[in-house]
């Protein structure tokens, strides 16, 4: 899955919004449902605490930490993913559903046990403000979690106004790390579950990384 992606102007935020709300339009259920599997696999054997979900579209992964005892801000610039993932109602007052810019509009700093970017396509900027915000929103003791599908997926797209060249990948934010980080994983692996039909999505590029108390 692909998450929605943040604007750098109000002009390009405007046309974003409307792309991705008209795409969650299209149909009543975009994504499976389920929580992505690099999720499920990097924080089973982390202790509930407070989490950052970037680009949460319908939810799948907010509602997953959430009933595992996660507060969860779940963050998503399209007011229609947003709505459709509330609509969940055995989770009441464990997710604050967010709209928000976070290119525009960082997360608070030292906020959150865990920070999780997953197939997030979150553009290369001159002094990477968009990123260190990110970065910077980790509590101390907290965790780190970026998955992207491998570039050898995504060299095999055909979109002609997408770059994988101009999207940060998990081992170019390893190397921007501090050395106040431990770098855990920076690895591609193959899924842990089948694509979407239509999709050449076989293996994940993942890292996770904890900032040290």
């Known amino acids: ?44 054997d982390l202790p509930p605490g407070r989490a950052l979900d970037v680009g949460c579209g319908e939810g799948a992964d907010a509602l997953w930490l959430a009933r595992r005892g996660w507060q969860v801000t779940a963050v998503d610039i399209s007011e ?71 570039l050898s997926d995504l060299a095999l797209r055909q979109e002609e106004d997408s770059d994988p060249a101009d999207y940060y990948q998990p081992d170019d934010i390893a190397q921007l790390l501090a050395p106040t980080w431990n770098v855990l994983i920076n690895e591609t692996r193959p899924r842990a579950v089948q694509a979407p039909a239509g999709t050449h999505h076989t293996h994940d590029t993942v890292l996770r990384a904890l900032r040290r108390p």
């Open 80 to 150: 229609t993913a947003l709505q459709r993932a509330a609509a969940a109602t055995d989770i009441k007052g464990r997710v604050a559903w967010t709209r928000a810019d976070l290119t525009t509009m960082p997360p608070p700093t030292g906020a959150f046990d865990l920070v999780s970017v997953h197939y997030f396509p979150l553009m290369r900027r001159p002094g990477h403000a968009a990123l260190r915000g990110l970065l910077n929103a980790v509590a101390p003791g907290g965790t780190l979690l970026f998955a992207t599908h491998a």
């Open 1 to 44: 899955m692909t998450r929605s992606p943040q604007a750098n102007s109000s002009d390009d935020q405007y046309g974003v919004v409307q792309r991705w709300d008209e795409m969650y339009r299209s149909r009543d259920q975009i994504f499976s449902g389920n929580p992505n599997g690099v999720l499920v696999a990097e924080t089973i």
